[in-house]
C-alpha cells in the first residue's frame, strides 16, 4: 500500500472524502496522487483509490480508464508527451517524431530499455506559439529542434540521476 | 393529451410520451439502440432520426429525445433521415466481425434486424477493425465485446436500473469496453438481463452457449416457478431440453426483467432424477393403470375406513387447475381432510392475505411507482428477487425505503433498516398504529414516528410483509394497518410474499379448511390412512419434518404425483409422473392474487442429449420417445376424477363450480393476467398457528431464506450451484461473544461458519433452510 | 507591443506573473469593491450591456447567458471557470494564468457574487499545471487579503474557490461533460434540456465561463460597458481579445488586440508575416474547429459577426496560419484525428463516423483514394453535421467541411496523381 501511496495522503483523502457530500469528486485527484507517487496506476492502485473515497473499483476505474494522463500500464521514470497536433505538426512535430524514436530506440508506447522514458504522443499541449512542444511529467518544452532535444533528454537524465 | 402528426397520421398520445413511442403507437416502428422502454431515452445511438416539419423543434431530431406535442408534424420516411439511419448502421457496422453464423444471438439480434430496417446493405469501410480482448464474466454471462456497438443499454441495465456496482464502461473514443474491473463471475442477482437487454451479441447466455439457433427453439409464455411473484418468463427448449428462459414482459408484475435465479434455474425440468415412469408399488407401470390403481386403491380405503380416512394435499407449484380437481376430487369422495400447503405457518398466513386481500393488494407495478416503502418480516432479494428491482426503481424516483426486519436485509438501494425481534414484527405494526413506541429503543423511536408519519403523509406508500415470518397474525396486523392509514383519498398498498407459485391459489381453495397439525394428528390417532400428495412433499415441506415424518409413518396408501424427484415421489406406493410447469399449460395466482395462463414451451422426454447419451442421433430407436410419459397435473387429476381431460373444459367446469374463478374461461397467456374479485365480507374461521417456543437458555433458531439453495425447484438446478452459500449461522456480535464466538467461526450446529452481523436482531440465531441433497 | 490598448495583458511582464502586490497596485481589486457596492442585477445588467461575449468558443452574450441563471433560487448554486483549453490552435487562457492570475481571481469572485453562486470551481487542464499553482497562490492571497471567505470587504458576500485539475481528453472543454468531470463521473456531455442554469453541477444551477471571459469582467465593472463596446474596431463588437498565433507565422505569439482587426493585419503586422516569406495560403481563425479562411479573407474583421460571414467562426481567435506548401488534406486528416482521438464515445456519428472520415483522409492523404471516396467523404459530412449529441463532432466538421467547398481540387489532385502533391 505504501508504495503506492503515503499513508498521510490516504489519511488526508479519506478525512476530506468524509468531509464532503460528493467524495467521486476527488477520483481524479487521488488517481493523480497514486501516480505522482507509484510512477503509474496498477490494479492495486485502483482499489486503494476506491477503498480510500468509500467507491467502487469500478467507478473509479472508468475514469482511470477515459482520460489519457493516468497511466494504467506501467511507463518509464519520465513520460515523453510529443504533441501532434496541428500546430506543431505545421511545424516539423513528425520529423522530430522520428528523431525522438531514433535516439531512443523505442515507438511510441515504449519505455526505453534503462526504464527512464516512455514516448507517447499527445494532443495539444497549449504551447502553440512555441511550436513544436513536448510534454516531460508536467514541465513543457516549446521551439524543439532535434539538437535541442536531445539537450533536453540529456538534461532529464542528470535530473533523475540515470 | 397531445395530437400530433406522424407520415401523415394522426395520434394522441398520453403527455410526457416520446415521438418514437408515438410513432410505434402507429404500428410505425423506427430503429433505435439505446432507447428502451425501461431505461429510458439518452440520445447516444442517433439511429431514431425523423424529420419534424411542423411544431416547436423542427427538422432532423432524435424521436426519442423529443417529447410529443400538440401540433408537431413527423416524418419518419424523408429521405434525409432515412439517409442518417442508414449512416449510423454503417458506423456502427464498422468494427463488427460479422461473425453471425457462430453468434448466439443470431437470428433474434436487433442489430441484424436493424441493419436491414436501417437500409445499410453494402459495405463501405474496408480499413482496420477495432478489437477487444473478452473477459470471463463467470457461469452465467458470455462475453464477446468484439460485436458491440456501444449503445451504453447494458451498463444503463446492470448499474442504474438493477443497482449492481461490479460492472461498467471503460476507456473512451471508439475503445468503449464495457465489463468488469477485474474478470470474474457477475454478482448482480439480476446480471442475466443483461443477455435480453443488449440488442447484439455482447452478452449472451452462456448456459445456453451453441445450443439452438434461435428459430429452431421451441418458446412460448410461461410464469417464473421460483417464488410468488409471478413474473412472466419465455422459456425455450429443443429436442425435449428445456434449455433457456429470457424475460417476458409484464407491465404489471415484472416489467421487463427478472432475477437470475429465474433465468439460470430451470435445469430441475431435465434433471437427471426426474422420475418419468408410473409405479405401482415399486413395479412401473403405465399412466394408465397407475391412475386405475389408485382410483381402486382410493376406492377400497373409503370402503374399509370411511372417507375421511383418505386426505390430500395439494401444492403451491401444482396448477390451480389440478389443486382445484383435487378439491373436487376430495369432495366427490365425501372426503373433508384437503390441503393445499404441508407448512403450516406458510399455509395460514396465505390464507390470511387470501381472506383479507382486496383493492389495496399492490401490484411490482405499484411498488415502482410508491413513495414510501415500508417491509416487515420481508427479504426481498431472497424471497421474491425482483421486487428487489422494484422498490429500487421507487428509490431512484426519492422513495422513501424502511425495513423492518430480524435480518440484515440489504436491498440494492438506500434503506433505512430497523432491527426488530420476530414477535416485534407484529406488535410493531400495532405500534404505528397506535403512534407509540414506548417500548421500543429510543434509538429507533425517532425513525418509527417517522414511519407512522410517513404512512399517513405520502401519497402512494406501500406496506411489505413476508409471510414466512409475519405468520397469519402478522398479515392480518399488516392488512389492519394499511386500512388504519388509508384515507379517503387514496388506500395504503399491500403486498405480502408468499412461498410458491400458486400459494395464493392453494390458499384460496383451502378457504377454512384443516391444517397440516390436524392431517398429522389424524395420522398419528389413525383417522387418516391414504394421502394423495399432488406435487407436494410433506416429508420435507413441513415446518416440523421430524414429527411429519413420523406421523407420515402411519400412512397405508401413499399416492405421490410429481415432477420432481420428491421424497413423497421417492416412498409412494403409486407415483403417477407430472409434466414441469414448460411442459404443459395452465395456471397460477400470484401473490397479489393474480390469475395468469402459461402454455407448453417443449413435450417431456428425456433430451435427445440424454438418450442419445452425448451422441447424436441415438443409436437405438423406438416407436415412443423416452421418458414422455408424464402428464399435465391437471390431466392426471381428470383422470382421476374421470372428467373429460381438456383444460378448456376444466376450466370451464371450475368456474361453473365457483363464479370466483369466471376468469378462467378467456385467460390467455399473452396478457397481463386478471385479478380475482373476492369477497372479504365473510372472513373464514382459521386454525390457529401454534407460537414459537424455545426452551429457557437456548437461542430460538430462525429459518430464512436464500436467494439460492431454499427453493426446492432452483435446488434442483445445476446451473445454479455456483451460487448456492455454503451453510451459515448468523448471530449478532454481542450475542456470539457470549457464546465465544467469532464472524467466520465455525459452529456446531448442523451447519458451520457464523456470520456476524450489527443489522440483525440480538436475540436470534439465523439459519438459512438450504435443501440438502436431491431426491433422498 | 501592438500599439493597441492593453486590458488583460497590461501587467503582463517577459519574466512571470504578477501576483497581489503589483496587481493591486495596477488597480486590481477595485472592480471587486465596487461590484459589491452594486446589486447582483445591475452587475447582470452591466455586462449584458458590455456586449462581452464567451470567449470559450461559442461565442454566447455572457450577459444573457447570466440573466437566464436563477439568482434568487435557495440553495447551492455553483460558477465554474472552464480552463480545459485543449483546442489545438489555442493558449490564450494560458498566457493569460502565466502572466496574471489574479485576474481571473477577481472576476470568479465579482461573478459569484452577480449570479449569488458562492461557491466556485476553476477547472484546468493537465498541462497547465503551472496556470494551476499560480490560480492556487492567487487564491490563497485573495482569501488572506479579505477577497474571499466569509463576509468579504464587510459586503455581507461569502465566496470560496477550489481548483480542479483534470488529467486530460478535449471532451472536458464541453461544459456538461466538464461539470461530469468535476463530479468524478465520466465525463460524456449530458443531454440539454436541462441546463446547467438549471441543473448543473451535483444538479445544482451552475454557471460555466471560460478564464478569458470572466477575466474580463473585473474591467467592465471598473471601466463601464460603453467603455468595453469602444474596445472593438467593429460597430457591435466589444472588447479585446487576446489571439494566439501559430503555424507558419514568423512571430507566433499570443497577442491582445482589439476585436474586428483584419486578418491580413494579424497575419502581416502582428505575426510578422509568413515565414520563409512564402505566400499564405489558408487559416484556421479560431481553433481546429473552425472552418478554413484563405487568402481571399485577408480583410476579414476578426470579430464574431464578420468572420460568421465569411463561413468560419472567431472560435478561440487561435489563428493557426498554412502556407502554400501545406497540403490541406494532411492538415485536415491531422485535425479529424485530433477529434478522433478525443472523442469520449458517447454518441454514433462522432465515435465511429469521424473514424471513418478519418480512414476516408487517410486514403487520399496516401494517394489511395478515389472518387467514390470523395462522394462517400460527402456523404460522411452531410451526415455527421448537426447529428451529433454534442458539438465535439460538430467541430470536427468545420474543416472538414471547409475543405470539401475550398479544396476539393487538392482532394482531386491527390485522387489524380495517386499520391500527395505537395511530396
Known amino acids: 500500500m505504501q508504495d503506492l501511496l503515503s499513508q498521510e495522503q490516504i489519511d488526508h483523502f479519506k478525512a476530506k472524502a468524509d468531509a464532503i457530500a460528493h467524495p467521486h469528486e476527488l477520483i481524479v485527484d487521488v488517481l493523480r496522487a497514486v501516480q505522482d507517487h507509484h510512477g503509474w496506476v496498477p490494479d492495486a492502485g485502483v482499489e486503494l483509490v476506491a477503498a480510500t473515497l468509500g467507491v467502487t473499483p469500478v467507478e473509479v476505474e472508468e475514469l482511470a480508464t477515459f482520460y489519457d494522463k493516468i497511466y494504467r500500464r506501467p511507463v518509464g521514470r519520465r513520460v515523453i508527451h510529443l504533441c501532434d ?78 | 393529451m397531445p395530437k400530433l402528426t406522424i407520415d401523415n397520421r394522426e395520434v394522441t398520445v398520453p403527455e410526457g410520451t416520446n415521438v418514437l413511442e408515438a410513432a410505434r403507437g402507429l404500428g410505425i416502428v423506427i430503429p433505435h439502440f439505446c432507447y428502451h422502454e425501461a431505461l429510458g431515452a439518452v440520445g447516444a445511438c442517433r439511429l431514431c432520426a425523423m424529420t419534424f416539419a411542423e411544431g416547436p423543434v423542427k427538422g432532423i431530431q432524435m424521436a426519442c429525445m423529443v417529447k410529443a406535442q400538440d401540433g408537431m408534424v413527423v416524418s419518419t420516411t424523408d429521405p434525409a433521415a432515412s439517409e442518417l439511419r442508414a449512416h449510423v448502421i454503417e458506423w456502427l457496422m464498422m468494427s463488427h466481425p460479422h461473425d453471425c453464423p457462430v453468434c448466439d444471438e443470431g437470428g433474434e439480434c436487433q442489430l441484424q434486424d436493424m441493419t436491414i430496417a436501417g437500409g445499410h446493405g453494402l459495405r463501405r469501410y474496408r480499413g482496420l477493425k477495432r478489437t477487444f480482448v473478452n473477459q470471463d464474466l463467470g457461469p452465467f454471462i458470455e462475453h464477446e465485446m468484439n460485436r458491440c456497438i ?36 457477475l454478482e448482480s442477482p439480476f446480471s442475466g438481463n443483461l443477455v435480453d437487454v443488449c440488442p447484439t451479441g455482447v452478452f449472451t447466455d452462456k448456459t445456453f452457449r451453441f445450443k439452438s439457433r434461435f428459430w429452431d427453439l421451441q418458446e412460448a409464455p410461461s410464469i417464473y416457478p421460483h417464488c410468488s411473484l409471478g413474473c412472466r418468463t419465455i422459456p425455450g427448449g429443443r429436442y425435449r431440453e428445456l434449455q433457456r428462459v429470457r424475460a417476458g414482459m409484464n407491465p404489471e408484475t415484472n416489467g421487463f426483467f427478472i432475477c437470475d435465479r429465474g433465468r439460470f434455474g430451470s435445469g430441475y425440468v431435465n434433471h437427471p432424477d426426474r422420475p418419468r415412469t408410473a409405479r405401482i408399488d415399486d413395479q412401473t407401470a403405465s399412466v394408465a393403470d397407475a391412475i386405475k390403481a389408485v382410483r381402486e386403491r ?31 376430487w376430495a369432495a366427490s369422495c365425501g372426503a373433508q381432510m384437503v390441503l393445499f400447503e404441508a407448512n403450516q405457518r406458510r399455509d395460514l398466513a396465505a390464507r390470511a392475505v387470501v381472506a383479507r386481500v382486496a383493492d389495496q393488494a399492490s401490484r411490482l407495478a405499484d411498488v415502482r411507482d410508491s413513495d414510501l416503502i415500508v417491509l416487515i418480516g420481508a427479504d426481498p432479494l431472497a424471497e421474491a428477487p425482483v421486487l428487489a428491482l422494484a422498490i429500487r426503481q421507487a428509490a431512484r424516483r426519492q422513495a422513501r425505503v424502511v ?20 414477535a416485534q414484527l407484529v406488535s410493531v405494526l400495532e405500534a404505528l398504529r397506535q403512534d407509540d413506541f414506548g417500548s421500543w429503543p429510543e434509538a429507533q423511536q425517532k425513525t418509527l414516528k417517522t414511519v407512522a408519519k410517513g404512512l399517513q403523509e405520502a401519497e402512494r406508500p406501500v406496506l411489505i410483509g413476508g409471510a414466512d415470518l409475519l405468520g397469519a397474525e402478522g398479515v392480518a396486523a399488516l392488512h389492519d394497518t394499511a386500512e388504519h392509514f388509508a384515507t379517503t383519498d387514496r388506500s395504503v398498498g399491500v403486498m405480502t410474499l408468499l412461498a410458491g407459485p400458486n400459494s395464493f391459489g392453494g390458499a384460496v381453495l383451502a378457504d377454512s379448511g384443516p391444517d397440516f397439525e390436524t392431517l398429522c394428528d389424524d395420522l398419528q390417532e389413525g383417522h387418516v390412512k391414504a394421502l394423495v400428495c399432488l406435487q407436494s412433499d410433506p416429508f420435507r415441506e413441513a415446518r416440523d419434518p421430524a414429527k411429519s415424518q413420523v406421523a407420515l409413518g402411519h400412512l397405508e396408501l401413499l399416492v405421490s404425483i410429481d415432477a420432481t424427484p420428491s421424497l413423497a415421489a421417492h416412498r409412494a406406493d403409486i407415483f403417477l409422473p407430472a409434466r414441469a410447469t414448460v411442459e404443459m399449460a395452465g395456471s397460477y395466482i400470484n401473490n397479489e392474487g393474480r390469475l395468469q395462463a402459461f402454455l407448453p414451451v417443449i413435450d417431456p422426454g428425456e433430451p435427445i442429449r440424454v438418450s442419445g447419451q452425448g451422441d447424436h442421433p441415438p443409436r437405438e430407436f423406438s416407436s415412443t420417445t423416452p421418458g414422455s410419459e408424464p402428464v399435465a397435473d391437471w390431466q392426471l387429476l381428470a383422470g382421476l376424477l374421470d372428467a ?69 425447484l432452483a435446488h434442483l438446478s445445476t446451473a445454479l450451484e455456483p451460487l448456492r452459500p455454503e451453510p451459515q449461522v448468523w448471530l449478532h456480535p454481542e450475542q456470539a461473544s457470549r457464546l465465544d464466538l467469532a464472524h467466520g467461526d465455525r459452529v456446531v450446529l448442523t451447519t458451520h461458519l457464523g456470520h456476524c452481523h450489527e443489522g440483525m436482531s440480538p436475540g436470534e440465531m439465523i439459519v438459512c433452510r438450504l435443501e440438502k441433497e436431491r431426491g433422498r | 507591443m501592438s500599439g493597441y490598448p492593453q486590458v488583460l495583458f497590461k501587467n503582463r511582464q517577459p519574466d512571470g506573473p504578477v501576483f497581489r502586490a503589483a496587481y493591486e497596485q495596477a488597480g486590481g481589486y477595485q472592480g471587486l469593491r465596487k461590484a459589491l457596492q452594486m446589486s447582483p442585477g445591475d452587475l447582470i445588467d452591466l455586462v449584458k450591456k458590455s456586449g462581452l461575449r464567451g470567449r470559450g468558443g461559442a461565442g454566447f452574450i455572457t450577459g444573457l447567458k447570466w440573466s437566464f441563471f436563477p439568482i434568487d433560487k435557495p440553495g447551492e448554486k455553483y460558477l465554474v471557470c472552464n480552463g480545459d483549453e485543449m483546442e489545438p490552435g489555442t493558449y490564450k487562457d494560458r498566457q493569460l494564468l502565466l502572466a496574471d492570475p489574479h485576474q481571473l481571481v477577481e472576476g470568479m469572485i465579482i461573478s459569484a457574487y452577480a449570479l449569488q453562486a ?103 465593472v471598473v471601466n463601464g460597458s460603453e467603455w468595453f463596446k469602444d474596445l472593438a474596431l467593429t460597430v457591435d463588437g466589444a472588447g479585446t481579445k487576446l489571439f494566439g498565433l501559430s503555424g507558419h507565422l514568423n512571430r507566433t505569439a499570443c497577442f491582445e488586440l482589439p476585436l474586428g482587426v483584419t486578418l491580413r493585419e494579424v497575419v502581416e503586422e502582428h505575426g510578422g508575416g509568413m515565414r520563409q516569406g512564402k505566400p499564405f495560403k489558408a487559416c484556421l481563425p479560431g481553433g481546429a474547429s473552425t472552418p478554413y479562411l484563405t487568402a481571399e479573407d485577408l480583410d476579414v474583421q476578426l470579430d464574431f459577426d464578420p468572420i460568421e460571414r465569411a463561413k468560419s467562426r472567431l472560435g478561440t481567435a487561435g489563428v493557426t496560419a498554412f502556407d502554400a506548401d501545406t497540403c490541406m488534406v494532411a492538415v485536415t486528416r491531422n485535425l479529424t484525428q485530433f477529434f478522433a482521438r478525443e472523442s469520449c464515445g458517447w454518441c454514433t456519428p462522432c465515435r465511429e463516423g469521424l473514424q471513418m472520415v478519418l480512414w476516408l483522409l487517410s486514403r487520399f492523404e496516401a494517394g489511395q483514394g478515389t472518387e467514390t471516396d470523395l462522394a462517400m467523404l460527402k456523404d460522411q459530412a452531410r451526415n455527421i453535421s448537426g447529428r451529433a449529441f454534442c458539438a465535439l463532432a460538430e467541430g470536427a466538421m468545420g474543416p472538414i467541411q471547409s475543405l470539401l467547398e475550398r479544396f476539393e481540387d487538392e482532394i482531386k489532385d491527390h485522387i489524380r496523381k495517386g499520391q500527395c502533391p505537395f511530396r
Open chain 1, 85 to 162: 497536433s496541428i500546430c506543431c505538426w505545421a511545424t516539423g512535430s513528425e520529423a522530430l517524431a522520428a528523431h525522438l524514436q531514433q535516439r531512443l530506440g523505442i515507438a511510441f508506447g515504449e519505455t526505453t530499455a534503462d526504464g527512464l522514458f516512455t514516448l507517447l504522443p499527445t494532443c495539444c499541449l497549449g504551447a502553440c506559439g512555441d511550436a513544436p512542444a513536448m510534454m516531460i511529467g508536467l514541465t513543457t518544452y516549446g521551439t524543439l529542434t532535434p539538437e535541442k532535444t536531445d539537450e533536453i533528454l540529456e538534461q532529464v537524465r542528470k535530473e533523475v540521476g540515470a
Open chain 2, 150 to 185: 456501444t449503445c451504453y443499454r447494458c451498463v444503463r441495465t446492470y448499474r442504474e436500473y438493477c443497482g449492481g456496482t461490479d460492472f461498467g464502461a471503460f476507456g473512451s473514443r471508439d475503445r468503449v469496453f464495457f465489463g468488469r474491473f477485474r474478470e470474474g463471475r
Open chain 2, 298 to 328: 382410493v376406492t377400497t380405503t373409503i370402503a374399509r375406513y370411511g372417507p375421511q380416512s383418505v386426505a390430500f394435499l395439494g401444492s403451491s407449484r401444482a396448477s390451480f387447475e389440478a389443486n382445484a380437481l383435487l378439491r373436487q
Open chain 2, 403 to 422: 425495513v423492518l426486519d430480524p435480518r440484515p436485509v440489504a436491498l440494492p438501494c438506500r434503506l433505512t433498516h430497523l432491527t426488530q425481534t420476530p
Open chain 2, 644 to 712: 373429460v381431460p381438456d383444460l378448456a373444459a376444466v376450466r370451464e367446469q371450475i368456474a361453473r363450480n365457483d363464479p370466483r374463478f369466471a376468469g378462467l374461461v378467456d385467460l390467455q397467456a399473452e396478457s397481463e393476467g386478471q385479478r380475482l374479485t373476492l369477497s372479504t365480507a365473510v372472513v373464514p374461521t382459521l386454525p390457529k398457528d401454534p407460537p414459537e417456543t424455545s426452551a429457557e437458555g437456548t437461542l430460538p433458531l430462525l429459518p430464512t431464506t436464500a436467494f439460492i439453495g431454499s427453493d426446492w
Open chain 3, 118 to 220: 458562492p461557491v466556485g470551481y476553476i477547472f484546468l487542464r493537465y498541462a497547465y499545471e503551472t496556470c494551476s499553482r499560480n490560480v492556487e497562490r492567487a487564491i490563497d492571497e485573495a482569501r488572506n487579503a479579505g477577497f474571499l471567505g466569509t463576509n468579504i470587504l464587510g459586503s455581507g458576500f461569502d465566496c470560496d474557490l477550489h481548483v480542479h485539475r483534470s488529467a486530460g481528453r478535449y471532451i472536458l472543454g464541453e461544459e456538461t461533460a466538464l461539470l461530469n468531470g468535476l463530479e468524478g463521473r465520466r465525463p460524456n456531455p449530458r443531454s440539454k434540456p436541462p441546463f446547467p442554469a438549471q441543473s448543473g453541477l451535483f444538479g445544482k444551477p451552475t454557471n460555466v465561463n471560460n478564464v478569458e471571459t470572466l477575466a474580463n469582467i473585473p474591467h467592465i
